[in-house]
C-alpha cells in the first residue's frame, strides 16, 4: 500500500500512526508481527471471499431460476436489482477490506518498557492493554496447526486474576480477560518470552514483586520476630538493670 494512501486511511479512521510508551516507563523493545502472520490472515480473507462468491453465484442461479416462473414485472425487477446490488457490495468492500487487513498487520505494536509491557492492535476497534511486570504470573506460547505451518505463534502473558478467560473484558475481544494479553503472530515467541521473563525477574529481585505473594506480603507489611532466645536474654538483661537501680535509690536514701 502506498504511504499517501496509508496515511490518508489512519487519518479518515483517525488511528494514531504509534502509541505512546507507558507512562513512566522507558522504551527497552518495540516488537511486531511477523510476516507470515499477514499471509495467514490473507489466506483466510480470500477464503471469506471465495465464500462470499460462492453465495452470490448460488443467489444468481436462484435468481435465474426463479425468473423463469414469474411474470409480475415488478417482481423480475426486484430480484434482479437485489442481485445486482450484492454484486456491486462485494466488489465495492473488496479494496477497503483488504487495506484494512494490511493496516491491522502494519498498525500492529508489541512495547516493551522496562516497567510494563503495553499492546495495541485493532484498526476500526483499537484495542490497548498495558501489564505492568510485578503483576505477570504466567508466559506462555500457543501455536496452531497452521501456525506452526508458517513458523509463527502467540505469546500469552497473563497477570494476577487472569483465569482462563471467558468474557469480554475491557475492550478486548470475545473470550479474552483483561488480565491476559498477546504478542500475535511473533516469528520469534522465544525472544520475546525470555525478554518478558527477565524484566519480570529484575522487578522482583528489586523488591517489586507480586503483590498477591503471601510471603512477600508477610514480609513486607510485619516486622520480623526475633527469636525467643533474645527476647529472653533481653527481659534478664532489664531485670538487672532494674535491680540496679533500685539498689543505688536505696543507698541513696540511707545516706541521706
Do not use: C
Amino acid at each position: 500500500m502506498p504511504d499517501s494512501w496509508k496515511r490518508w486511511l489512519l487519518r479518515f479512521l483517525r488511528v494514531p500512526p504509534e502509541p505512546k510508551a507507558p507512562e513512566g516507563g522507558r522504551v527497552i523493545r518495540v516488537f511486531r508481527a511477523a510476516p507470515n502472520y499477514f499471509r495467514m490472515k490473507l489466506v483466510l480473507w480470500v477464503l471469506g471471499q471465495l465464500a462470499a462468491i460462492a453465495g452470490l453465484v448460488g443467489g444468481l442461479l436462484f435468481i435465474s431460476t426463479v425468473l423463469n416462473d414469474v411474470s409480475n414485472s415488478w417482481v423480475r425487477f426486484g430480484l434482479t436489482a437485489a442481485e445486482v446490488i450484492a454484486w456491486l457490495g462485494f466488489l465495492t468492500q473488496l479494496p477497503f477490506s483488504l487495506a484494512l487487513l494490511w493496516l491491522d498487520f502494519d498498525m500492529r505494536w508489541y512495547i516493551l518498557s522496562d516497567r510494563s509491557l503495553r499492546i495495541r492492535e485493532g484498526i476500526l476497534s483499537v484495542r490497548e492493554k498495558t501489564l505492568t511486570f510485578a503483576n505477570i504470573q504466567q508466559i506462555s506460547i500457543r501455536q496452531n496447526p497452521l501456525q506452526r505451518l508458517l513458523g509463527i505463534s502467540d505469546v500469552q502473558v497473563s497477570t494476577a486474576g487472569g483465569g482462563s478467560g471467558g468474557g469480554q473484558h475491557g475492550g478486548g475481544k470475545v473470550g479474552e480477560s483483561m488480565h491476559e494479553a498477546y504478542f500475535r503472530g511473533v516469528d520469534n515467541a522465544e525472544e520475546i518470552r525470555n525478554a518478558v521473563k527477565e524484566r519480570v525477574r529484575l522487578h522482583r529481585d528489586s523488591g517489586l514483586g507480586d503483590p498477591d505473594e503471601p510471603a512477600l506480603l508477610a514480609e513486607a507489611s510485619y516486622p520480623a520476630v526475633p527469636p525467643a532466645s533474645d527476647v529472653r536474654a533481653a527481659a534478664l538483661e532489664l531485670r538487672h538493670e532494674i535491680r540496679e537501680l533500685r539498689r543505688s535509690l536505696t543507698s541513696g536514701l540511707r545516706w541521706h
